[in-house]
């Protein structure tokens, strides 16, 4: 990989980037399926991608719970350190859970190379995404609250405060000292964040009392592709994780019908806490839409998964109730996956015929199954929603004419 960008002929100065070499490692304990452990590492790959670095291996043990010091056993991490000793490209440690303060000491010591958990990596990628101040602030605000109870002395040369004349006193550890200043910093991210949310909640309010629809989904189901197609505007899209993280909100006609089309920030599982807290005030369209519209990528093997991942974040905002539509995304990829050659169109079409009705005696909502990319079943999905939108509006005004 070049250490310089070049536009044309001409380089552009910068930080130099180099590209990282990573390991994986994960624990499979007794309450998890060993195949189950595997797909988060392969998601978590896939979000070592998104962040710039490149998987070398992929290490996993079986352990009743990870250990409380070196989160795998002692044989395997002496397996791991001989791993990173003999590739010495590598400088980076991914850990598919969080990792205590005194487990990241340990193992940084120990490996000889970055240690970061997955909370960490995903709060990362955030931090790279962030393009509006509410989402920079917000990112922030994730990163300090995840950071203060995993503080742990990293000026091990003073125990205490400089002391001699006019530092007496009674003394105050460096640690609490790191502490004291994340707190305040926490603080003044608050209300900064504050304010930007009332500026926000202005924003909302002068939209008037158009229905607002939502696009709402695991993270690279292809929610900003569809948005593309609904609302005929060219919003950010990318085959990697998080690739939308601020949310966009469209004017959408269709037939003199006006309406709000949302796209937001995707879904994950073991998304940090925290984040869900910060992301809370960008996830207001989600909380304060008439209309969900949930996307999910039925060409991936674990997208009963995510649907229950989206469903629990949605009880989290406290949205779980809103007219949902359920959209099956990425069918052409699904017959690409599943199909057998030898399959005739009839066949196929009763094939998906019989999986529509399976989801909707599953998750008891409508559904349409599509192809974003492939502009497929898209008129079925419009008149659907078009349906909802115009329902919404009826409940809404029910003595108004309406102009559609």
């Known amino acids: 990989m070049s250490d310089a960008w070049k536009v044309g002929k001409q380089e552009t100065k910068g930080i130099l980037k180099t590209q990282e070499y990573c390991i994986l490692v994960g624990v ?15 998601e978590l790959e896939f979000l070592a991608t998104t962040a710039g670095a490149i998987t070398k291996k992929i290490f996993t043990q079986k352990m009743p719970h990870p250990n409380v010091k070196t989160f795998v056993g002692s044989g395997k991490l002496e397996e791991i350190r001989e791993y990173i000793e003999r590739n010495e490209e590598i400088t980076l440690a991914i850990f598919d859970d969080d990792l205590t303060g005194k487990q990241n000491g340990f193992l940084e010591e120990y490996l000889k190379v970055k240690i970061v958990d997955r909370s960490t990596l995903i709060l990362d990628i955030f931090a790279e995404r962030a393009q509006t101040a509410q989402a920079k602030t917000q990112v922030e605000l994730a990163q300090m609250q995840y950071i203060l109870p995993r503080l ?16 007496r006193g009674p003394g105050e550890q460096e640690i609490e000292t790191d502490r004291r200043i994340i707190r305040d910093k926490i603080s003044i991210l608050k209300k900064r964040l504050e304010k930007i949310d009332q500026q926000a909640q202005t924003q909302r ?41 601020d949310t966009t909100v469209r004017k959408v006609v269709w037939d003199n019908m006006p309406f709000l089309l949302s796209d937001t920030v995707g879904f994950i ?21 008439d209309i969900l519209v949930h996307v999910v990528d039925i060409a991936h093997a674990q997208h009963e998964d995510h649907i229950e991942t989206v469903q629990h974040t949605l ?7 809103r ?39 599953l998750y008891n909502f409508p559904n349409v199954l599509i192809s974003a990319t492939e502009k497929e079943n898209i008129e079925d999905l419009r008149q659907i929603l078009a349906e909802m939108i115009i329902n919404e509006y009826n409940i809404r005004y029910p003595y108004q004419a309406k102009s559609w």
């Open 152 to 167: 742990r002395g990293l000026w091990t040369h003073l125990e205490r405060q400089r002391g001699g004349i006019g530092m």
């Open 269 to 289: 599982r073991k998304l940090p806490h925290h984040l869900v807290e910060s992301f809370k005030s960008t996830l207001d369209e989600v909380r304060e839409s």
């Open 28 to 42: 499979i304990t007794k309450d998890e399926q060993e195949a189950q452990v595997m797909e988060y590492l392969d």
């Open 205 to 245: 309010k002068n939209r008037g009392e158009l229905i607002r629809v939502a696009l709402v989904g695991y993270t690279n189901v292809g929610k900003s592709t569809l948005m593309n197609l609904l609302s005929k505007s060219e919003v950010f899209a990318e085959n990697k994780l998080f690739a939308t993280l």
């Open 323 to 361: 007219t949902t539509l359920m959209v099956f995304n990425k069918v052409d990829l699904y017959r690409e996956k599943y199909f057998d050659d030898y399959l005739d169109q009839n066949t196929k079409a009763e094939i998906m015929e019989e999986i529509k009705e399976k989801f909707s005696n």
């Open 315 to 321: 009880n989290e905002l406290g949205a779980s109730d």
